[in-house]
Every structure is written in C-alpha cells, then in structure tokens.
C-alpha cells in the first residue's frame, strides 16, 4: 500500500478562456504537512474547490486514498474523510460557538427525523455523545468558555479555531487549511502553528495548506508546491524554495531581464 | 428534568384554557380565537422553511389551498356534493372520497407534504430572489387550477356545506402540536442543519450537510402543517373559493413571521396574536370614516394598509423583528446569568 494519502493527477482548470489550473501534479504523504504556496491568483484556492468538490476540473484526476474523487459532491467528500476550512472565515453567524462546532458532528449524530419530532432515546443518546466530543475539541483549542457565545463575536483568531475545530468535528483523515494564518499577529500565529502539530498528532491527520507568510510555511511543512498562473514552479522542501531563482521571481519579479 | 416537568405543567395549563374557553366564551371571541389558532399553526410552520432553513419562499397559500380543498372535498357528504357542482358533474373520485374529520385533515396535510416534495426538485435549484418568484408562481397555478377544474373544485364558485366540525378545542391542540414539532426539529440536529443553511449554505455543505435535504425536509413538514391548518381553516369557515388562497394570506403570514422575528418560533406565536387581534380591533376602519364632519365612505381592505405600513416601518426600523431570531425562554436564561 503506497504512502499517499492525496494524488493530483495532471489537473488542468479553465475558466472560459482562462487557465486558471494548468497540467497540475502532486502528492500528498499521509501523516505529513504539505504546502501550497505562491502569489495571488495563482490557483490555490481553486485546486481546493477541485478536491472538495465545488469545480469539476477541465482534465485530470483528484485520488484520495487509492479512489478517485473527482466530481464528487462537497457534503459527499466529507464522508471520505476530507474536511476543509475557508480563506474568509465562513462560520454559521446566527450560531453559537457550540453550534457552530456540532454542525461538524452531524453526521455522528444517528438519529431520524421522525425521532427527533417524537424526541425517542435515540436522539437524547446521540446528542449527548456529539455535545461531549464538541466540548473535548473545544478544550483543545482552548475556548470552551465561548461555547454559547455568538460565534461572530469572538476574535479573528478564536474564529479560526472555531473554524478548523468545526472542519476536525467531520473525523477527517485530511485536513484542507486555506490561509490559516491569514490576519493574525505573531502571537496568534504561533499558538496557531502549536495547535495544529498538535492535533495533527492526536488526530492522525495529513494536512494540505495554502500560506502567504513564508515563515510560518518554514516552520509548518514538510514539502511544498509552488504555484504560478496555475502552474506548478517549484517542488521540495521549504527551505529550498525561498532561494530557488524562479520562486522568487515569480514573488518579486524577474530581475534577469531588468 | 425539571424543564421537562415545567413544559408539562405549561402545556397541560394551556390545554385547560383551551378546554374552558370551547365550553364558556361565546361564539365570537371564539371565532377570533379560531382564527388566531389557525394562524399560528400556518405561522409557526412557515417561519420554519422561511425563518429557520432562511429559504425566501411565497407558497404558503398554495399548500393552504391543496390541504383545505383535500379536507372539504373529503367532509363534505355525497348528496350535497351531487347539489352542489353546479356546473360539472363531479369527477367520480371526488363522490368515493370520505372521511372522518381527523383523517381528513391529515390526508390534507399529508398531500400538500406531497405536492411540496416534488415542488423541492425544481423550485431548490434556485436560490434566493429566484426563490421567491418560483414558489409564487406555486401559489398562483394551484388557485388556477382550482378555478379551472370544476369537476373537481367546483370552479370559482369553491366548495360550500362543509361540515363545521373544527373548533377551537381541535384548533388549539393542533396549534400545541405544531409548535412542538417545530421546536423539537430546531433543537435538533436537523435545525442546527437548516440553520447552517440559512446561513451559509457551502459552508454547510463543506461540512457535509446535504443542503437539499435539510431544505426539503424543512419544506416538507412545513407544507404538512399548513395543509392541516387549511383543513381546519375549510371547516371552521365551511366554505372555500379559490380566490380566498391568494397571495395577501401569504403575505399576511409573512407579516407575523417578519414582526415575530424570522426564526423564532414563540416570536411568531405573540406575533400571530397581535396580528389576528390587531385585525380584529381595526375592523372600525373598514367601515364608514368620517373625520371633521366629511364622509370619506366606507373602504374595505383599509385594515390592511395598517399592516404595510407596518411592515415597511419594520423594515426600516426593527429588521429583526420582535424577538429576532431567539426563543422566548432564551431571554430568560440571558437575566439569570
């Protein structure tokens, strides 16, 4: 049994004319940190959309665990064991924090609708089990004392907690983190990097994640893909990006010819 | 438990006020208290796929129709439909079609439930504004096919002689049941998914809720009850027309929903009170106004712009309404705290 646990197969993306995605291949090790780096409106974003489900790539293959996932819908994804978190934090606003977080429980919760209507044991049951699991996640990210508080009304980085706890809620065997570290102060960013070793561990998660700050990337990944205009740039380990002449090109600009 | 204890005592407290109000209020408050019964029921079921799973849908006047027509047609004795269906012969089975009154109700309900999940497969492939104009299209068809198939609904002159068997005891208890269900849904997984929908539906869907699920399940239970509480609306009035299921009864569930908070389920409660009452109090409008001596005669309907610009004071004022999208006893648990 091969080591990976996701295969981008030769995947192209286009928008009408636009190549958002071109000829895309790499493989993510189970049990590693694997990067997705590279300037805005590279195709980041969009190769995630492909692995969740929410585009249908032009060519190629996504293989998660030996299957072919390609085109299968998004809440159908979450059930092979993908869970995602979103660039703009996408938390249920009207919900609590507890809520939010049962939400990622839902499909533990076996009981019918019908038992829920005449309230049976099965729902007592089940609600119980889910509400237990919730406020273990929430003791690991540390904000249990938010659990009935509106979700919205904590601060940004609480919010991105609340969102990958939500996303760990689904028992996902890899984790899709677009820009965790996005809008947080060193602080953050640091309990943010500690949090996820962390329950990568406890989890047995394989993590793929889109990052702008290169020195969170350092100090998170094993490997990474450098993207540019959807093509793939750069592959290897992080300390080898950030001199490799391409990479920085693309980031700052060709110098060769100026 | 001790919630479980309080809820009996308040549900069988409310029970014997059902009870002695059939036995000692005279026929008129009793009639408002029909009316405010069945508007709950209609209410509380329509906050539910517009409130709760936030789809913007106009068809409560559609589901009403389908579950008073069922209701009437099956009450309604053999020898009175043959009198009655002036203009066609009825349809044969129309004249097989029999029930007791409870039955009768429930296969109303049961049929609009019906009609609104194969009314899910094309009308949730849109969303939003596209939404609202296909469930009202919904609403329009089903009165025009009531006026255009007399075999069945008696055209436009509708369906009379119903037997008056719902009252406010039936009503009440109905009413009871409605909003336990719809609490018991909210608080289940089932709700956090319909309000995970609401609020952002890939999210929802990232997080592996089936989204057009939650939607026609949403869908579904509310059109069940407002078919049942059309049946009860036929039978308390014993005549149906099928001008009487237009668009100004949805818009005014819409209004009790907006001013009771969407999503809040006892917000529609005390909303469908002040409405129905407010309805009944501003009956002196309607009639002949005289102000400064001037005779402005007599405007039927002049209730109802009572009601819009409320609800536009509303929209500009209070969006979330009276009780926004919490519980009544949600507010309590805030004090104590």
């Given amino acids: 049994m091969s080591n990976v646990i996701l295969k981008i197969d030769h995947v192209t993306m286009q928008f009408g004319g636009v190549t958002a995605i071109d000829n895309l291949s790499f493989e993510v090790e189970k049990g590693s940190i694997y990067g997705l780096i590279g300037p805005n409106g590279a195709g980041k974003t969009t190769i995630f959309n492909i692995i969740t489900g929410n585009l249908y790539p032009t060519k190629g293959r996504v293989i998660f665990e030996g299957n072919d996932i390609t085109g299968v819908k998004p809440n159908k994804v979450v059930y092979k064991g993908i869970a995602r978190t979103f660039q703009n934090i996408r938390l249920f606003k009207s919900m609590s924090v507890l809520d939010n977080i049962l939400i990622g429980f839902d499909a533990q919760a076996n009981y019918s609708y019908f038992e829920a209507i005449l309230r049976l044991p099965r729902y007592f049951k089940h609600e119980k089990i889910i509400k237990q699991k919730a406020y273990e996640l929430m003791d690991i990210f540390g904000i249990t004392q938010f659990a009935d508080s509106n979700a919205t009304a904590l601060s940004y980085g609480n919010q991105r907690k609340v969102e990958i706890a ?84 693309a980031y700052l600009g060709d110098f060769t010819n100026a | 438990m001790n919630k479980f204890l309080r809820n009996i005592i308040l549900i069988a407290i409310t029970i014997y006020f059902i009870y002695y109000a059939q036995n000692h209020f005279d026929s008129y408050t009793l009639s408002i208290l029909d009316n405010i019964g069945i508007f709950a029921i209609l209410a509380l079921s329509y906050n539910l796929i517009n409130g709760i799973a936030g789809q913007f849908s106009l068809e409560p006047n559609g589901f009403v129709a389908i579950g008073a027509y069922f209701t009437a047609i099956l009450l309604i004795p053999t020898d009175t439909k043959l009198d009655m269906f002036a203009l066609v012969d009825p349809a044969p089975i129309i004249l097989q079609m029999k029930a007791h009154f409870l039955p009768a109700i429930l296969i109303g309900g049961v049929a609009a439930s019906f009609v609104a999940l194969l009314l899910s497969f094309p009308v949730f492939r849109v969303r939003g504004d596209y939404l609202a104009i296909v469930t009202l299209g919904f609403g329009f068809i089903i009165r025009i096919f009531a006026i255009n198939n007399p075999a069945y609904t008696n055209g436009a002159m509708g369906l009379n002689d119903i037997p008056e068997e719902a009252n406010f005891l039936w009503i009440g208890i109905i009413c009871i049941v409605t909003f336990l269900v719809m609490i018991h849904v909210i608080y289940s997984k089932f709700g956090r998914a319909m309000k ?86 501003l009956r002196f409008l309607d009639d002949d106004i005289t102000i400064f001596g001037m005779d402005l005669g007599a405007h039927p309907g002049m209730r109802m712009v009572v009601f819009a610009i409320l609800l536009i004071v509303m929209m500009l004022f209070a969006r979330r309404g009276l009780l926004g999208d919490r519980e009544l006893t949600e507010f309590f648990k805030k004090k104590s705290k």
């Avoid at chain 1, 065997?173 to 070793?197: F, V, Y």
């Fill in chain 2, 196 to 281: 995970s929908v609401r609020d952002d539906e890939d999210a929802a869907s990232a997080m592996g809720i089936n989204t057009f699920k939650m939607k026609t399940y949403a869908f579904m239970t509310s059109a069940f009850f407002e078919g049942i509480g059309g049946g009860l609306l036929a039978s308390m009035l014993t005549t149906i027309t099928p001008d009487q299921f237009s668009f100004l009864l949805t818009f005014q569930l819409l209004i009790i929903i907006v001013l009771g908070g969407l999503g809040s389920m006892s917000g529609a409660l005390i909303a469908t009170i002040l409405v129905m009452g407010g309805m009944e109090w």
């Fill in chain 1, 166 to 249: 939500r996303a760990l809620a689904t028992n996902p065997k890899l984790l899709l983190l677009d820009e965790p570290a996005a809008g947080m102060n060193p602080n953050e960013t640091a309990e943010l990097s500690e949090i996820i070793h962390k329950i990568k561990k406890d989890f047995d998660l394989s993590i793929l994640l889109i990052e702008h700050d290169m020195k969170f990337v350092n100090a998170m990944c094993d490997k990474l893909t450098v993207l540019d205009y959807g093509e793939n740039i750069f592959e290897g380990k992080p300390a080898d990006a950030i001199v490799d002449e391409r990479v920085i090109s």
